[in-house]
């Protein structure tokens, strides 16, 4: 009988917390996030297209052609806004497609074109690239990484996705690699 009690006590407790779970007064409202500027800091620090975005443009570019899809071109404002997020992401210490603010790869596009109406996505990797690393073999490892990971692979090959701008940081010998999409 005492376990049947305290049997009962926790299946009680249980159903009360997921209750509480459960409810809430509807979704939470629309965040607005700033479409602006860029994160002063890291746009400052956000360095050109080197050899080795044009490695990783190419690498990518062989890749949509073995998938039956039409190359990318460079476009210098995704290239900007990588980079840029690129940098912000090292300066700040963390990764992903958000910074904390809330602004991601959409965001971004809206600061540097306001008018701007088609899709925008980005694929991110950190990589652990010794010094002397040639570039050739930085894309293959960025590529590597995008191909095995079903949401990057999607973006990389998606046929609705024309311009492309490649982004880098260092920090250490930790490479941050941004590379934002857009399409009409």
């Known amino acids: 009988m005492p376990n049947r009690v305290v049997n009962l006590a926790v299946l009680s407790a249980m159903l ?6 459960a409810s809430n ?5 629309p965040v607005r ?3 602006s500027h860029l994160p002063v800091a890291a746009e400052a620090a956000a360095q050109s297209a080197d050899p080795v975005s ?11 052609a073995k998938a039956g899809v039409a190359p990318l071109s460079a476009n210098g404002l995704l290239q900007h806004s990588a980079a840029t997020h690129a940098a912000d992401m090292v300066q700040r210490n963390f990764v992903g497609n958000f910074n904390p603010e809330g602004q991601g790869a959409t965001e971004r596009m809206l600061v540097l074109n ?3 109406k088609g899709g925008v996505d980005e694929n991110i990797a950190v990589l652990d690239v010794p010094a002397g690393a040639e570039p050739a073999q930085i894309a293959g490892q960025a590529l590597k990484r995008w191909l095995k990971n079903p949401d ?15 982004g880098l940081a260092r920090k250490g010998t930790e490479l941050y690699i941004v590379q934002d999409f857009i399409g009409p």
């Open 25 to 29: 007064n509807g979704p939470p409202p």
């Open 114 to 116: 306001p008018d701007f």
């Open 33 to 35: 996030v700033d479409t």
């Open 152 to 166: 990057q692979r999607k973006v990389l090959r998606s046929p609705n996705y024309t311009q492309t701008g490649v």
């Open 16 to 21: 009360l917390f997921l209750a509480a779970c």
């Open 54 to 64: 044009d490695a990783i443009l190419a690498a990518v570019n062989d890749a949509r």
